[in-house]
């Protein structure tokens, strides 16, 4: 007796479709360029915090607002905003390699960078949400006992 075998799909499907192998390096040149994009905009954001802590300071010594405490505000955020940049750039690069060599394990490192991506933004949005819940919590009362 014959033995039938059923077809299956093999785990390189993913490295075998064209179509797939499309929209991962368009995605790929999309992400470089989103992420190179965002690395100028860090630079520049540093630049700026530099700007403030070092010159706004200096010219604006008698303002309630020290501005040296607002450079470093800037710092630290173009400090956070590396990392989802990071992990876009180094989703791109890969998935471009893993495309073009067909690397199992550099789409794997590539997907992993992606993961890291939306889990930062997730993590992110959830503190944002929370900082905002709590100054609506303290600024909503001391609204009304200042009335």
Same mark, same amino acid.
């Given at each position: ?39 100028? *905009?860090?630079? #520049?954001?540093? &630049?700026?915090?530099? =700007?403030? +802590? @070092?010159?706004?300071?200096? /010219? ?50 590539? *997907?992993?960078? #992606?993961?890291? &991506?939306?889990?930062? =933004?997730? +993590? @992110?949005?959830?503190?944002? /949400? ?18």
């Amino acid at each position: 007796m014959e033995n039938i075998e059923k077809t299956t799909p093999t785990q390189d499907a993913l490295l075998d479709n064209r179509e797939i192998h499309v929209y991962l390096i368009e995605t790929a040149k999309w992400g470089n360029f989103l992420a190179i994009i965002g690395y100028v *905009f860090m630079g #520049l954001l540093a &630049l700026m915090a530099l =700007f403030m +802590i @070092f010159a706004m300071s200096q /010219l604006l010594q008698n303002q309630p607002f020290p501005m040296w405490i607002m450079g470093l505000i800037y710092l630290v955020l173009a400090g956070v905003y590396w990392f989802p940049v990071t992990y876009l750039y180094r989703f791109s690069a890969q998935m471009k390699q893993a495309v073009l060599r067909r690397d199992e394990s550099l789409y794997a490192s590539g *997907f992993a960078n #992606l993961k890291s &991506l939306f889990k930062f =933004f997730g +993590i @992110f949005t959830i503190v944002m /949400l929370a900082l905002y819940g709590l100054i609506l919590v303290i600024v909503i009362p001391m609204a009304m006992l200042f009335k």
